[in-house]
Every structure is written in structure tokens, then in C-alpha cells.
Nanobody, 122 residues
Framework: VQLQASGGGLVQPGGSLRLSCVAS????????VGWFRQAPGKEREAVSC????????TYLDSVKGRLTLSRNSDENTVYLQMNSLKPEDAASYYC????????????????WGRGTLVTVSS
């Protein structure tokens, strides 16, 4: 059973990245999938989440309109498309799963992938 986040990298302000959260050993569709980020010296914060039922999505206010979360059931993957990136988006990004509906509280999530680093700098 594994959850792997990838797709981070260095991008200029205004640029784009697509993060992937790939599951192996279980069906990712059975879970709500959340993305969190943590910058150095800051607390971890919930960025976005997609529910297991109906695919409802939620977003942190500061990323609304710039980030889009989606599922690809065939690939057992959740994608976080990040556009118009800002320096304040720089952080390590983590995906995690939980049963039931989405939550912004990290302790509700039962299984985490390793982080992928996003750097936004000119």
C-alpha cells in the first residue's frame, strides 16, 4: 500500500505545475484525497480536497481560481493543477487520504504520502 506525491519543482512566478498523487495497493476512489502544504517555519495547511462521493472539491481561499483538483480513476491518481503560482505557494506539498467527507484538519487523514517540493522563484 503506497501513496506517492510527485510533480514538484522550480517554477517562476506566474508559472504552472501539476502535482500527482498516485495510489498503489488500494482504490483511491474509495477515499477523500486532500493536499496539504508546509513551508519552512510555518504550520501545515490544507490546500484542497476532493471527496470520494461525487467528486466535490474544496480549496483554500488563497488558491481559489488558480488550483484545480481532479481524479483519474483509470490511473488511480489525483492531480493538482497549479497555475499562476506565487512565491507564497512555495512549500512541500503532501497528499493524504481519509474515509468520508473532506476535512481541513490534518489529523483526520489516515495515510500520507511523502512530500514533493514546490519552489516559486525568479
Amino acid at each position: 500500500v503506497q501513496l506517492q506525491a510527485s510533480g514538484g519543482g522550480l517554477v517562476q512566478p506566474g508559472g504552472s505545475l501539476r502535482l500527482s498523487c498516485v495510489a498503489s495497493g488500494f482504490n483511491l476512489d474509495d477515499y477523500a484525497v486532500g493536499w496539504f502544504r508546509q513551508a519552512p517555519g510555518k504550520e501545515r495547511e490544507a490546500v484542497s480536497c476532493i471527496s470520494s462521493v461525487a467528486g466535490f472539491t474544496t480549496y483554500l481561499d488563497s488558491v481559489k481560481g488558480r488550483l484545480t483538483l481532479s481524479r483519474n480513476s483509470d490511473e488511480n491518481t489525483v492531480y493538482l493543477q497549479m497555475n499562476s503560482l506565487k512565491p507564497e505557494d512555495a512549500a512541500s506539498y503532501y497528499c493524504a487520504i481519509m474515509s468520508g467527507s473532506c476535512s481541513r484538519w490534518s489529523d483526520r487523514y489516515t495515510f500520507w504520502g511523502r512530500g514533493t517540493l514546490v519552489t516559486v522563484s525568479s
